[in-house]
């Protein structure tokens, strides 16, 4: 386990819109990293102006909030404060949301998921390294410069595949889309299962996730 760090206070900013997992991330900044200045917000809207009128140096950030997705804003925190570190704490899927974060700015990224010791690593290596990133990630990072695409999963779909995701994320179901493409039934649906085969997910909920994230921003 990582000693505290002593006698150096860190202002950062914890940004969620769950009150008990700003409440956790507290308690654990504040074991290892004593001294530190922590500010708080559940929007998104307001983690800019947080960074710009508390001189945030590191800033722990959901990646999607009610009111939108946090990618976009990583470009802005960097510009409100170009050596800010920014640790995403999320529980979407590392292996498809991590580089997109990293491409944006991010220095670091940790599941919601992971145990208390791994998110102790997380703040310790942000406060001393001003990065974390766990093998899966620094694997992905390694794969990325042999293929580009992997930085967006939605290059895996077919042109056809991507056009009915989209029509999914917008609320149109089979028969809507069936009938919309001049398609039958269960052609859109064996395109659905070939989607979600794709992309590792299970559900339309995760599907419209990645089509907000990857695609529409």
């Given at each position: ?159 056809r595949e991507l056009q009915i995701a989209e029509m999914y994320a917008e609320g149109y179901g089979n028969l809507e889309i069936a009938n919309s493409l001049d398609i039958k039934q269960n052609t859109v649906s064996t395109i659905k ?25």
């Amino acid at each position: 386990m990582e000693e505290p760090i002593e006698n150096n206070e860190i202002v950062f900013l914890l940004a969620d819109d769950h009150s008990i997992v700003r409440q956790g991330m507290a308690i654990l900044i504040d074991e290892v990293v004593p001294n530190s200045k922590i500010f708080q917000t559940s929007s998104s809207q307001q983690i800019v102006e947080m960074i710009k009128a508390n001189g945030v140096e590191i800033a722990v950030i959901d990646a999607h909030f009610p009111d939108g997705n946090s990618l976009h804003i990583v470009p802005l925190m960097k510009m409100a404060n170009p050596d800010i570190k920014i640790l995403v704490f999320t529980g979407l899927e590392e292996e498809l949301h991590v580089l997109k974060f990293i491409k944006a700015g991010a220095s670091g990224y940790v599941s919601k998921l992971s145990e208390e010791a791994e998110i102790r690593q997380a703040i310790s290596d942000i406060v001393h390294k001003g990065e974390y990133f766990s093998p899966l990630s620094r694997n992905l990072m390694l794969q990325l410069v042999q293929n580009p695409d992997l930085i967006n999963p939605l290059s895996r779909l077919t042109k056809r595949e991507l056009q009915i995701a989209e029509m999914y994320a917008e609320g149109y179901g089979n028969l809507e889309i069936a009938n919309s493409l001049d398609i039958k039934q269960n052609t859109v649906s064996t395109i659905k299962k070939n989607i979600f085969d794709k992309l590792k997910i299970e559900n339309l909920v995760e599907l419209i996730d990645l089509i907000n994230t990857h695609h529409k921003i």
